[in-house]
């Protein structure tokens, strides 16, 4: 496989992997998303774009490479989104002053009632925490990392044979 491959399989394995991770976390862990936890899932679905078009314009190397490489700044936003999430919940960044709940219409009196039902769910608190760092420090380490690896293969001359 090329380094043009490989980058392309990350690109698409990553972001499927950490959507899976967050959508697991939420339904079999009971974990409900906040809305920079929304954030971060949102860039991870426009990585999966890009890397599924990467896949089917491979034949294009130029236009294949584009989407890679437009992949993994998408897996670098939702990093960057993650590393700032993760400061707000160790309060080093100030973040949201209001909590966030949605409501899908209705008389007013069924759009209240819809909000006090739902969860309340903070950004500056962790749900979850593994070895001292939490979900979404977790995704700012896994996402920026392989981003800089997707790039880095996907700027990579092959060797030329011997």
């Not at 990350?10 to 697991?24: I, M, R």
């Not at 979900?135 to 392989?146: D, L, T």
Request: overall charge positive; aromatic content about 12%.
């Amino acid at each position: 496989m090329t380094n043009l491959g490989r980058a392309r399989l990350l690109a698409l394995l990553v972001p499927a992997a950490l959507l899976a991770g967050a959508y697991g976390s939420e339904i079999w862990g009971g974990l409900v998303p906040c809305e920079m936890c929304w954030w971060q899932r949102y860039a991870h679905f426009a990585a999966l774009g890009f890397a599924i078009l990467a896949f089917l314009l491979q034949r294009m190397p130029d236009r294949g490479r584009s989407f890679v490489w437009l992949a993994a700044l998408a897996i670098l936003t939702s990093g960057g989104i993650g590393a700032y999430h993760a400061g707000v919940e160790a309060k080093i960044f100030k973040g949201f002053t209001q909590c966030t709940a949605t409501a899908t219409g209705g008389s007013s009196a069924d759009i209240l009632a819809q909000i006090l039902a739902s969860p309340v769910v903070r950004c500056d608190q962790i749900q979850w925490e593994f070895l001292g760092i939490s979900m979404a420090g977790w995704n700012a380490i896994i996402s920026i990392g392989f981003a800089v690896v997707i790039l880095w293969l996907s700027l990579r001359r092959p060797r030329a044979a011997a």
